[in-house]
Nanobody
């Protein structure tokens, strides 16, 4: 069983930056695929980025060049550095984990955090 706890959300002006953190329980964190998703009001949960244990990363086209996913296996933590934020980035951001090589399908992830709100003002 894996438990995930996100932090770092908040209110920021357009063009600003935020760094989200997701702390995971369990000793096998390093073997898990870790993903970030977001859900805006009235919209479906959308893929943002994924980090595989071997270092491979994937990004949604909408965040490429602005967001960076990274992980610290010693701290059982995955991060999402968000730069050049836009109002359309406003959403609840969720951390997700799975033991398989999942990428952007939220139904393939078995473990989820509670979410953290990110609001970008124009």
């Amino acid at each position: 069983q894996v438990q995930l706890v996100e932090s770092g959300g908040g209110l920021v002006q357009a063009g600003g930056s935020l760094r989200l953190s997701c702390a995971a329980s369990g000793r096998t964190f390093r073997s898990y695929a870790m993903g970030w998703f977001r859900q805006a009001p009235g919209k479906e949960r959308a893929f943002v980025a994924t980090s595989w244990s071997g270092g491979t990363t994937y990004y949604a086209d909408s965040v490429k060049g602005r967001f960076t996913i990274s992980r610290d296996n010693a701290k059982n933590t995955v991060y999402l550095q968000m730069n050049s934020l836009k109002p359309e980035d406003t959403a609840v951001y969720y951390c997700a984990a799975d033991r398989s090589l999942v990428i952007n399908d939220p139904t393939k992830y078995n473990y989820w955090g509670q979410g953290t709100q990110v609001t970008v003002s124009s």
